[in-house]
T-cell receptor
């Protein structure tokens, strides 16, 4: 069985403060993990991915995520939020045989 | 590369009509995915193909939905007959192979009246 849990459906931060979007997963295989971002009325864009190399993964726009096997987590962080970061973020696990599971998404609001 | 191309971008139709959504994956990509996104259910994987062969269609909601991939550069998702509850944004994505990054098209926004 495979699943992804995004612990917060909505996160609100002030501009310039840190961002933390939480994701936990379960998989019977050594998974590949991804974060995608979707801006309003747009398609999904890859932010970063983990594929069993370095556990700290750096992505675009200053985002990064750390793979913690012991905690089965892959939380997304950014030191300082920007207004343009307001979007919906999806955590994704690919656990073998191309079985892809998306989380329900976390809407990030950035307050000026 | 132009990226994943989907057409039409918007479709408005009446209940009972046939709807065909089209997707052109990125050249050289071997895997193709169809997703549906709604407010109520979020993003759902409907079906994916590997080397033009359907691998997993367990996400297809019912027999009214069918998908084909006649060659490496084209896929269709058909709904016949369409119903108002099919209204959603349908995304196509492609990737080089399993476990690789998926590249998403802009989506088709479908409204069934």
């Amino acid at each position: 069985a495979q699943s992804v849990t995004q612990l917060d459906s909505h996160v609100s931060v002030s501009e310039g403060t840190p961002v933390l979007l939480r994701c936990n997963y379960s998989s019977s295989y050594s998974p590949s993990l991804f974060w995608y971002v979707q801006h309003p009325n747009k398609g999904l864009q890859l932010l970063l991915k983990y594929t069993s190399a370095a556990t700290l993964v750096k992505g675009i726009n200053g985002f990064e995520a750390e793979f913690k096997k012991s905690e089965t987590s892959f939380h997304l962080t950014k030191p300082s939020a920007h207004m343009s970061d307001a979007a919906e973020y999806f955590c994704v696990v690919e656990g073998g045989y191309q079985k892809v599971t998306f989380g329900i998404g976390t809407k990030l609001q950035v307050i000026p | 590369d132009a990226g994943v191309i989907q057409s039409p971008r918007h479709e408005v139709t009446e209940m009972g009509q046939e709807v065909t959504l089209r997707c052109k994956p990125i050249s050289g990509h071997n895997s193709l995915f169809w997703y549906r996104q709604t407010m109520m259910r979020g993003l759902e994987l409907l079906i994916y193909f590997n080397n033009n062969v359907p691998i997993d269609d367990s996400g297809m909601p019912e027999d009214r939905f069918s998908a084909k991939m006649p060659n490496a550069s084209f896929s269709t998702l058909k709904i016949q007959p369409s119903e108002p509850r099919d209204s959603a944004v349908y995304f196509c994505a492609s990737s080089l192979a399993g476990g690789e990054t998926q590249y998403f098209g802009p989506g088709t926004r479908l409204l069934v009246l």
